[in-house]
């Protein structure tokens, strides 16, 4: 008999932008095999969400990314085929810009890909477009930001 669940576990993620593009990995362990989503997992004892969606970015998918802001947040519930509950995830997503590495596949990561935000692939976690779409307004807003004259 399964163990019930007592509380929501806390998790993290990222959208990692490089030249315009999105990194999203294709799950390749329970829950949702097989669905395209933002790299990340669980939020460690101690760690800040942006640390721990940094963290999660590297071991996941190899990619060192700078954290840039919180874009959102989704539940993930998942139900057996008897309605009953099987997991609760709270994901904090960010916006993040890479920074270095090439992605790379893993236990975690059965497929990486770079995206065309507005193209996202149809097979994709509830709720990951909108993520993604308020992640890219926040990367272009720090870009902005960031080429900005400053003033004097």
Not at 42 to 58: F, H
């Amino acid at each position: 008999m399964a163990a019930a669940i007592e509380r929501p576990v806390l998790a993290t993620s990222a959208a990692v932008f490089r030249e315009g593009r999105v990194l999203l990995a294709r799950r390749g362990q329970p829950p949702a095999r097989g669905v395209w989503t933002l790299p990340g997992g669980r939020v460690e004892p101690g760690e800040t969400l942006a640390e721990a969606a940094a963290r999660e970015v590297m071991e996941e998918v190899g990619v060192r990314c700078i954290i840039l802001g919180v874009a959102g947040a989704v539940d993930v519930i998942l139900r057996g085929d008897d309605g009953a509950l099987g997991a609760h995830f709270v994901v904090v997503s960010h916006a993040a810009r890479w920074e270095s590495g090439e992605p790379a596949t893993g236990p975690e990561a059965a497929e990486i890909g770079w995206f065309d935000p507005a193209a996202l692939p149809a097979d994709t976690t509830p709720g990951l477009a909108a993520i993604v779409a308020q992640a890219a307004r926040l990367a272009q807003d720090a870009y902005a930001l960031a080429a900005a004259p400053l003033v004097t």
